[in-house]
């Protein structure tokens, strides 16, 4: 019967970086892993997150580079190890990832002295840079190396000098506005 579901397994994860064999092995050699698939999407996954990571440090966040570098490798890793694995559903495991970077997002969330919430682009950056990470994991690099620049770009928006430059003049704008009331 076991051997009867491996085989059904194996077929199943034909495409995936991991080769299940329906034959009769010992526990250990039940599912053969492939390392480097994993180690090579986790190492880049680990670079995109020190590459949000660090934009999120220029711009004063709590969170620094490190870790999200951190998060997008386990993340990855895990993805990855979860797809070669024949159980169940493999999704279950990138789902428990997302719901504890929530909760790790959650404590980056705070409100300050003045009453003003901080923190929600980083704990939206975390959450994205999971995602992005899960796209990696199950092979879809592409994919995810293009995610992560869609975050990046929406993370440093205010930074793009087109943006600097309009607020700089609808500031201007704005003392022009007020100077002409007080007169």
């Known amino acids: 019967m076991y051997y009867q579901e491996t085989a059904r397994n194996a077929a ?3 495409g995936s970086i991991g080769v299940c064999e329906a034959r009769k092995v010992t526990h250990a050699e039940r599912c053969r892993i492939v ?3 994993v180690l090579w999407r986790s190492g880049l996954a680990a670079l995109i997150g020190l590459a949000i990571g660090w934009e999120r440090r220029a711009s004063g966040s709590p969170v620094r580079a490190r870790i999200l570098a951190l998060v997008a490798l386990a993340t990855t890793a895990l993805t990855a190890i979860s797809f070669q694995i024949p159980l169940g559903d493999p999704s279950r495991i990138p789902d428990g990832v997302l719901t504890g970077v ?10 300050d002295g003045k009453g003003e919430v901080r923190g929600l682009t980083t704990a939206a950056s975390l959450w994205a ?9 199950v092979g879809l690099v592409v994919l995810g190396l293009l995610l992560a620049l869609l ?7 205010d ?3 087109l943006m600097t430059r309009l607020r700089q003049e609808r500031a201007q704008q704005m003392a022009k506005d007020a100077a002409e ?3």
């Open 151 to 157: 975050v990046y770009f929406v993370i440093a928006w």
């Open 12 to 14: 199943r994860f034909e």
């Open 159 to 161: 930074e793009w000098p």
């Open 102 to 111: 929530g909760f790790i997002g959650a404590g980056v969330v705070m409100r």
């Open 129 to 137: 840079i999971t995602g992005v990470s899960i796209a990696i994991g």
């Open 181 to 183: 009331e007080d007169v």
């Open 35 to 37: 390392h480097f698939p």
